[in-house]
């Protein structure tokens, strides 16, 4: 079952931040984050094990609470390079996603 | 490396012909993914494979498609008869573990 990402877009300034949030309603082992940019494959950012391990990727940073079976990913002072379409994977025992419809990002100057 | 290899880029063809989708993972990644992206349904799973074995099929949506991976540098996603429905962007992604994955490049497949 996809998971269900908050919100399905997000419009931003250089230098403001966002915040993403991915919800399941099965119990997550892991949780994936990829960006895909228009036109383009999605790209791997991170993965988030169970254990609430708080990870980063210069100002993107994702956090998992496995108890409430949720992901949130911030974008801290977003450049326009972060525009494009982030998507969350869920993941039982097999650490296989199923990802969500995505959350289109778009930065403006 | 050259990273995942798709081919063609672009796909046109009739309804009820056949198309053949082509992959060439990373060298040395043991897990091969087919996805398909349309605006409906996102990006969807249709089938992975572990060292040239299926694994999980689920994804596929009906008998018209198949699935092979004759060797651990190609597999092959094909669709007989095609229909315009199945018109999407086919994405094959490999990875070493499950953790990572890097995605070819696509494929547009438009079916009239």
């Known amino acids: 079952q996809q998971p269900v990402q908050s919100p399905q877009a997000v419009i931003l300034r250089e230098g403001e931040d966002a915040v993403i949030n991915c919800s399941s309603s099965?119990?997550?082992?892991?949780v994936h984050w990829y960006r895909q940019k228009h036109g383009e494959a999605p790209v791997f950012l991170m993965i988030?094990?169970?254990?609430?391990e708080q990870k980063g990727h210069d100002k993107i940073s994702a956090s998992f609470n496995e108890k409430k079976q949720q992901s949130s990913l911030y974008l801290t002072a977003s450049q326009l390079s972060y525009s494009g379409t982030y998507f969350c994977?869920?993941?039982?025992?097999?650490?296989?996603?199923?990802f969500g419809r995505g959350t289109s990002l778009i930065v403006h100057p | 490396d050259a990273g995942v290899i798709q081919s063609p880029r672009h796909e046109v063809t009739e309804m009820g012909q056949e198309v053949t989708l082509r992959c060439k993972p990373i060298?040395?990644?043991?897990?091969l993914f087919w996805y398909r992206q349309t605006m409906m349904r996102g990006l969807e799973l249709l089938i992975y494979?572990?060292?040239?074995?299926?694994?999980?099929d689920s994804g596929m949506p009906e008998d018209r498609f198949s699935a092979k991976m004759p060797n651990a540098s190609f597999s092959t996603l094909k669709i007989q008869p095609s229909e315009p429905r199945d018109s999407a962007v086919y994405f094959c992604?490999?990875?070493?573990?499950?953790?990572?994955?890097?995605f070819g490049p696509g494929t547009r497949l438009t079916v009239t």
């Open positions: 994977g869920s993941s039982g025992g097999s650490y296989i996603p199923t």
């Open positions: 060298s040395g990644h043991d897990y």
């Open positions: 494979f572990n060292n040239n074995v299926p694994i999980d």
């Open positions: 099965k119990a997550l082992y892991s």
């Open positions: 988030l094990l169970k254990g609430g």
């Open positions: 992604a490999s990875s070493r573990d499950t953790y990572e994955q890097y």
